[in-house]
């Protein structure tokens, strides 16, 4: 039988096609796989063919880098002809980012079958440039539906990674013991910030687990306490146990972070990022707080005195937290399975 060529591609999805990768792997699927993105260390799967490629881009947010990604958008665009072509793909799954719409274009052009992915509340700018091009729209959740073709679109759920799986169904402590910070791989120095000035009194009675990101960990050492934990980054596949140990979790609100939260039905204070495309992590906050278990606090909001105020609402009702949220069952736990069913079916 000829092996199926399965190109992934999207920069900053690399967490969504390690779960797909892993559940091809599963099931021993005769799949050659290519990934074409940013380079994502945790893309270990042996037999991957790596297509390193950090496309120009519109960024949402300002910066020193926002020019120089936008003039570089033309001549990555025709490179990425020349990628496509040479890996000729079967079957094309974008997940969206720059790099994705670039793709899919390609794959489209080429006669090749693309199916996106939708990992957030919304829709990427980027997943509904390539929509057009799509075969199949598979979204995680039902908000998203109204940016894309009703008859292309199914709701299949956002994968979440094997590592957080192992901690599904853990009993969750009645009692609040334990807090984490997290701004994401690189911290956040507006969760920092805020954070920094009120460690003492939380301290006085729970441990403290910090991800302050590279940059900040040396403004956090002069921190001596042993129920508090600072460090800068930390391999993906050991944040599920990290996540595992804490019993209400301050961070940001990107896709992945919300569907590992809630599939391990972890209590949250989300600060959402406001400058992300379609407000998208403002609907992914919404829509955990949804289900019961979280609290959102605008960046515009963000200050030390405010952060503890939440944080002492969210400890006060934490017992009623836990027991609403007993029963609650996440949508993204069979999603990988899902979302490979249908790559079987087109390749």
Known sequence: MEQKRLLITGSHAGTTAEAVID????????????????????????????????????????????????????LDFFKGYKIIKEIEPNLTLSLGSAVGAMSSFWSYFLGIPVIIHEQTAVAGRANI??????????????????????????LVGNPINNEIKKYIGFPRNQRVKSILITGGSRGSTWINNAIKPILPKLLERYYLMHQTGEKNLEKFKDI????????????????????????????????????????????????????????????????????????????KDLSAQKLLSVVESMIEDYPVVIKKTANLVSNDIHASEKLVDILEKYL
């Open 224 to 299: 001596k306490d042993d129920k508090y934990f600072a460090f800068g980054q930390i391999d993906p596949k050991n944040m599920a146990e990290i996540f595992s140990r804490a019993d209400i979790v301050i961070s940001r609100a990107g896709a992945n972070t919300i569907s590992e939260l809630i599939a391990l039905k972890k209590p949250a204070i989300l600060i959402p990022i406001p400058w992300s495309f379609n407000d998208e992590q403002q609907k992914n906050a919404e829509y955990m707080e949804s289900l019961g278990l979280a609290r959102i606090l605008a960046q």
């Open 23 to 74: 559940e091809i792997k599963k099931r021993n699927l005769a799949f050659e796989i290519h990934w074409l993105g940013a380079k994502y260390k945790n893309l270990s799967n042996p037999g991957i063919v790596y297509h390193v490629f950090e496309s120009g881009k519109i960024e949402n947010k300002f910066t020193k880098n926002t020019i120089f990604n936008f003039l570089k958008i033309p």
């Open 129 to 154: 440039i390539s929509s057009y091009f799509a075969k199949k729209i598979l979204i995680s959740r039902e908000s998203s539906q109204k940016y894309f073709n009703k008859l292309k679109t199914k």
